[in-house]
């Protein structure tokens, strides 16, 4: 109870008759960074609005933090931070009194000024929302995310529109938090990002888990291809395959390729599972 | 260290809300200005002395009929609009998600209302002074008077501005649904043109909504007291008047607390 900071069992929501989530477990333990994968209208934003209290769910069980999001009052929400998808309002403030004023909130912000260069706005404090690129003022939905000390990140998609110096230093800033104790919950179409941030990651399609675990746990070690010029072959024997190749070639095996299945290989096997099934 | 109390927080959204409205040049134009504009306008056309009968300009009665047109603009159309844009953009959805009392945000939006609609009736008031050598009443019962009507007319406007936006599909038809009722309206309560040059008809529609009585409220306040045999009545119905705007008011809250989302379905 105490070490799970998200716990979720048979979450359903359905907008009108389009189901967006059916039958989703999902645990996330205190501390760790949890990055959910899937394609578009899987249903991650959904979870992630449920989760934090933004949406009302159709069935299922949810815990967060150890309360029922449905019943969120403003001592719950405050120890939340969410940075959800694509806002296009607070334009004609400037960066520095949009920030100080979401601190306001709070019963334990963060010093706005850290926030604000922690995220690398620092030269554009004085600027207008109106006046940043896409990329910038992602940056202030993230800042505006974090300035209230969350005990628990949402961010939906937080990168999206980010150049890869930014991506860089948002990276940055979450492990940071992370490294405090903060307990986030990532949901991200990059696999390299959940890759770089993630303890664990939860493939999602049409609205289920398809696996969650480590990258390790994700990819199936097993199926290692062996490549080379006249065949190729997968096994979970790499080296007495290449044993016996090498012996029928008396020498060098020409063109030889070991490949170890990636993240995006398991992915795409757990996102298609649905297809084939 | 305790959360932030509902009455301070009320007051920053309030500081933001004014923030952003003043600073939005579309906002001030279209909301702010424009009554005063068209003051200027129809107050120069009409202003060919006094009008028979009476010792009072064309320029001076439009000066008080706008005093109440420009309030419903800060209150009904302001509301109308902005709450039907920031639905669609998102403001309201990430409001929703803090950890704020839902009654703070509406006390901002009381603020702003506030605010913004105290300074259009000043604004129109000195353009009257300035331009239509209106007087000011000298008597605090006329003062009074203002001040009651100002806390009615923008309190009903509010509410009617809030439930309109929740009827705009997007921000897009906000303009619309709040815009095209405020101009009607001006038209058909005495705002635009005297009730007395009305068709009968058009008149008897317009009595049945609060511009009509607030206009009328605020010719009381600001005309001299023989003024009031060229009302409908053939006299000032303050009380009456009253009695209205209280029922829009409370009509209003009604239609608000049925009506009104956080969401659009853009922003699910």
Known sequence: MNDAAIRVRGLRKAYGNVTAVADLDLDVHRGETLAVLGPN????????????????????????????????????????????????????????????????????????????AEVGLAAQAKRKLRQLSGGQRRRVDVALGVVGN??????????TGFDPEARRQFWHLIRALAAEGTTVLLTTHYLDEAEALADRI????????????????????????????????????????????????????????????????????????EASA | MTAPNALSLGVARGG?????????????????????????????????????????????????????????????????????????DGTLKRLRALPMPPVSFFLGKIVLVVVASLAEL?????????????????????WLTMAWLFALGITACSLLGIAASSLARSARSAGAMTTLPYTVLLFISGVYVPLQELPD?????????????????????????????????????????????????AGGLVLCLTTFRWRSALTR
């Open chain 1, 41 to 116: 209208g899987a249903g991650k934003s959904t979870t992630v609005q449920i989760l934090s209290a933004q949406l009302p769910r159709d069935g299922g069980a949810v815990a967060v933090l150890g309360a029922d999001p449905a019943k969120a009052d403003r001592r719950f929400r405050s120890r939340l931070g969410i940075v959800s998808q694509t806002a296009g309002d607070l334009l004609e403030l400037t960066v520095e009194e949009v920030v100080r004023h979401f601190a306001g909130y709070y019963p334990r912000p963060r010093d706005p000024g850290e926030v604000i």
């Open chain 1, 150 to 159: 969350p005990e628990l990140l949402f961010l939906d998609e937080p990168t």
């Open chain 1, 202 to 273: 939860a493939v999602i399609a049409d609205g289920r888990i398809r696996a969650a675990g480590t990258v390790a746990e994700l990819v199936d070690d097993r199926e290692v291809t062996v490549a080379w010029e006249g065949g190729s072959k997968t096994t979970d024997t790499p080296t007495a395959l290449i044993a016996e190749l090498g012996a029928g070639y008396a020498g060098e095996v020409p063109g030889l390729t070991v490949t170890r299945p990636s993240l995006e290989d398991a992915y795409l096997r757990l996102i298609g599972q």
């Open chain 2, 16 to 88: 933001v809300e004014l923030k952003q409205f003043f600073r939005e040049r579309g906002s001030v134009v279209f909301t702010f200005a424009f009554p005063a504009v068209l003051l200027l306008l129809l107050g120069s056309i009409f202003d060919q002395g006094p009008i028979a009968g009476t010792t009072v300009t064309g320029g001076q009665v439009l000066t008080a009929s706008f005093a109440a047109g420009g309030i419903v603009s800060t209150s009904f159309v302001n509301l109308g609009s902005s709450l039907a844009v920031e639905r669609d």
């Open chain 2, 122 to 142: 000043a604004l129109l008031l000195v353009i009257g002074v300035l331009t239509f050598d209106v007087a000011l009443p000298s008597d605090p019962v006329a």
């Open chain 2, 201 to 249: 008809w058009m008149a008897r529609i317009g009595a049945l909504f609060p511009v009509k009585w607030l206009a009328q409220g605020f010719r009381a306040a600001l005309l001299p007291d023989h003024m009031a045999a060229g009302e409908p009545a053939g006299q000032w119905e303050l009380g009456k008047t009253a009695v209205v705007l209280a029922l829009w008011c």
